[in-house]
Every structure is written in C-alpha cells, then in structure tokens.
C-alpha cells in the first residue's frame, strides 16, 4: 500500500509560479543569447581590426604626393610583419568619400591617398618602430585601428554588463516569487503543518513533502522557457529578413554556427532551466525552513 | 515526567487563561481533568503538548525545561507524547489508515516495518474495513476512534486526549476507556480531559478539576 501525499496535490496551485518562472526563463536566454553573439560579434571585429592598418599620406605643398606614397609604400612592404600593403587608386579613394562628398569629380581637390597594411597576426608589426620609419614620409599618418577598437570594446563592455543585470534581476524576481509561492503553500496547508509538527514531524521532514513540488516546478518552467528562447532564435533565423546583418544572422550564429561552437551557445542556454531548477529548489526549502522555525 | 509550577497562561494582552497551575504526573499515572466548558482545559493540554508555551512559571516535560527549550528539540519530544484533539485533526485527503500511521511515518519509519501494527490497531478499534476510506466517509464515533488510534500507535509514553469518548455510544466508550486503562497498565501516563461523568466514574481515577484557570485535586 503506497502511503499518500501529505500535502496533497491540489492543495496550492504553483500553475501561476510555473506561468511566471517560464517567461523568467525565457526572458534569460534572450539575454544570455545577446551576451554570446555580443561577445563573438567583438571577437570578430576586434581580431579583423587587429589584422589591419591604414597608411594616410595626405598632399603637402612642396612634395610629389606620389613619390611619397611609393616611399611609404616601400617601407611598409620590408618592414617586418606586414605580409601585404596595398595602395589604393584614386578611384577607390574618391569611393571612400562618397557619402560625404558625393559622386561629383575630385579633380584638383586634395585627396589624401590611402594604403591598406595587412599585419601578420602571430608576428605582428613594432608600431612605434614603424611610426619612426614612416617619419621619412611627407604627409603621412599611420592609423592602427586602436580607438574603433577601443569604442568597440567599451560598448561591448557595456552590452555585456546590461545582459548581466538583466540576468542578475530576473535571477532577484524569480526569488521573490518563490518566496511568496512558498509562503501562500505553507498556508495553504497550515493546518496539516500545524498537525504534523505535533505528531513529531521535523522542520526538514516537513519541508521535504512540499520543496519536491517546487523542484519539478523549476525544471519545468525552466525547459519551457529555453525551449520557447531557441523557438525565438529559429524563428527571427528564419524569418528575421535580410541577409546582411540583423537579428536573422545574428540568431543563425546562435544556433547553426560549427558544432564546437554551438556547443557552448546549446551549453549557456541549457543552464537556463538548471538554474531555474535550483533558485526554485533552493529559495523554497529556505524560506520553508525559516517560516517553519516561526510557525511552531 | 510532566511537572507544573505556578504556570500561567494568557493570550496577548487578554485575560489570564490558567493562573498558577501546579501539579506533576509520575511514570504510570492516570488523572482525569474536568472543568467546565471555558475553564482551561484545552489550553492546559496544548501547554502539555507543546503547541503553547507558559507565559510565566516552570513547565518541565520528560526533564526538560519547556521554557528554554530550543526549535529543534521539540519533534523529539512531541513524538513521545500521543494526542486526541477534540475536533480530531484527521487529514480529510488521507485515508484512515494513512492517518492512523502518520505519528510513524514522520518518524521516518518505513511502510512495511508498521502496516501490520496500523491493520492490528485499526482492527481493534473497528474501523479495519474502514482503513481504505477518506475521514470525510467517516461518522462522528469513527473519526473519533480514528484520532485515538493515530494517538497511540506510536506507543507513546504520555497520552493526552481532550474528550475523547465525546462522539462515541456508551459500550464503545467503555472499550475506549479500557484502552486507555490497559495502556496505562503497560506504563503509559494518561492525562484524559473530558465532561463525561460516568466514564470519570467507571475508571475510579484521581481528578484534578480546573475552574476559571485555577487547578485543584479531587
């Protein structure tokens, strides 16, 4: 004969915890979601970034512009790591400047002319040595790329630690409301609690019969939260429009990026439910031990 | 084991409930408690029981100073205390058997090690072919019998019960009272609060009779 549940099943409803618990989830991976892809976005750029420098030789009166960029041009190409330093045309110049000049002819203006250095990223170019060797060069100026990848960490930085407190406050409200679901059970039942302490029932054993609940309640809203979060990123991959950019690929790189990748993507959000799961189990037996020491 | 001294008892502010209440019971005995209605009976027993705590005086259970004793100590020695409430306190989603073997089960003891014990009990207080059913099935008399039979299936060493031949016809509480009488006789102190006169005369007990919170030996 298999004894019955002490505290019986219909007794307090956790439909609404469960409900509640789920859209918490949900809401953690969208954000635990835009912390990966903010953080691989910044990867990519940096290390891209990295990778590349621009050599500006603008006109100077007095100076053959192109004999300049040819001297640049030269010591770029010998100086150690830089595997590539290409000039670029007139044309590609005025290109550049269309969005602010647009595409009527440059002739006579004084169009600095740019050269494109690509560094060798496992032996990477001495700046200060070829800022110093570039000093020979009339005009010229030596871009490293160091403030947009300056700007570009800064606002990670900070998109990264809004995700953080998005997830730090969803993880505070979902304790809220495992405390009050904890106290409304406990009083629900309080006669039964009441009954069990006089028949001898420890604190633990009577937290036991109720914290089981709130486990199974976690896990579950836990699992419908990340399942509806992939759902999201399926969706806004199949159908968030465009190609170039936005939510669509950003969401495409979630979920269907190479499989050591994605591992980690599936890995953060599949901590969703489990942590769902403690700060259910976690926070219940807690506060049903302390209301239990009270209720004597 | 059970040893009162000058205790009294009030609810907040409002007036005192027991004044001055001392007596104690030895190992192996039997006292009724009579009073009447609104004279302190009940709150005397939930002193006894742990579910009060004295407002001032000394109140020791199996050696132990009630008033300084901690949270975790209590479950230890309620569990060698057995209750009758008098509005019985049956667990309506639990079956009658479920409810009988409640003072074992949160005692941690398993379901095979006492399902013979609770059927014998249950057997003997008539409500075997009851065992299955809810206490919301059961008559007045059987739900009764139910609270006293969970009452005593841990063999407790101190039994309170709180009128608890109220509900049921005069042979089967002359069993009940038997009951009580041979569980006394096999060491239990009975400490039995009731209105009925006649179960008071037929078991030829000392009485101490509570009157407006005061306490005294007939």
């Not at chain 1, 269309?98 to 494109?116: F, K």
């Not at chain 1, 606002?155 to 009050?180: G, Q, T």
């Not at chain 1, 896990?219 to 990123?233: E, H, K, N, P």
Request: charged share 20%.
């Amino acid at each position: 004969m298999k004894p019955g549940a002490i505290i019986p099943a219909n007794a307090a409803s956790l439909r609404s915890l469960t409900v509640t618990m789920a859209v918490m989830s949900y809401l953690a991976c969208l954000a635990i979601g835009a912390l990966i892809l903010v953080d691989r976005a910044v990867t990519s750029w940096t290390s891209g970034l990295a990778r590349e420098m621009t050599v500006q030789v603008r006109v100077v009166r007095g100076a053959d512009i192109g004999q300049e960029v040819e001297k640049a041009r030269n010591i770029l190409s010998s100086f150690p790591g830089i595997t590539e330093a290409d000039v670029l045309d007139e044309q590609e110049g005025s290109k550049l400047l269309e969005p602010w000049l647009g595409t009527r002819s440059l002739e006579g203006l004084p169009v600095p002319r740019l050269i494109r250095v690509v560094t060798d990223p496992s032996n990477p170019p001495d700046v200060v040595g070829l800022e110093e060797a570039l000093a020979t060069v009339k005009g010229v100026r030596l871009d490293t790329h160091r403030k947009w990848e300056a700007e570009l960490t800064r606002m990670a930085r900070a998109l990264s630690v809004l995700s953080y407190a998005i997830l730090f406050l969803i993880s505070i409200s979902a304790i809220a409301i495992v405390i009050f679901a904890t106290r409304a059970v406990l009083q629900a039942n309080r006669h039964i609690v009441d009954l069990l302490h006089l028949v001898g029932a420890r604190d633990s054993y009577i937290a036991r019969q109720i914290d089981g609940r709130f486990l199974r309640t976690g896990m579950l809203s836990g699992f419908i939260g990340v399942g509806l979060g992939i759902f999201t990123f399926l969706f806004l991959s199949l159908f968030g429009g465009g190609s170039g950019g936005g939510f669509a690929d950003a969401s495409r790189g979630l979920l269907f990026s190479a499989p050591h990748i994605a591992i980690w993507s599936y890995g953060f959000l599949f901590a969703v439910p489990l942590a769902a799961t403690l700060i259910c189990l976690i926070t219940a037996r807690v506060t049903l031990i302390r209301r239990l020491g009270v209720v004597t | 084991m059970l040893r009162l001294e000058n205790v009294g008892l009030r609810y907040g502010d409002g007036p005192e409930i027991l004044k001055d209440v001392s007596f104690a019971l030895r190992p192996g005995d039997f006292y009724f408690l009579t009073g009447p209605s609104g004279a302190g009976k009940s709150s005397l027993l939930k002193l006894l029981f742990l579910a009060l705590r004295p407002t001032r005086g000394d109140l020791h259970i199996f050696g132990e100073d009630v008033g300084s004793l901690s949270h975790n100590k209590l479950p230890y020695i309620r569990r060698r205390i057995g209750v009758v409430f008098q509005e019985f306190r049956l667990l309506d989603h639990l079956s009658t058997y479920d409810n009988v073997a409640l003072p074992l089960r949160v005692a941690g003891k398993s379901e095979s090690s006492y399902r013979r014990d609770v059927m014998d009990l249950l057997d003997w207080v008539g409500l075997a072919q009851k065992s299955a059913s809810l206490p919301p099935v059961l008559s007045g008399g059987e739900k009764q019998r139910a609270a006293i039979a969970r009452a005593v299936i841990a063999k407790p060493q101190l039994l309170l019960a709180d009128e608890p031949t109220g509900n049921v016809d005069p042979v089967l509480a002359k069993r009940l009272l038997h009951l009580f009488i041979e569980l006394n006789r096999l060491g239990t102190t009975m400490l039995i609060a009731t209105h009925d006169k006649g179960l008071v005369r037929q078991a030829d007990r000392p009485i101490l009779h509570l009157e407006e919170g005061t306490l005294s030996l007939q």
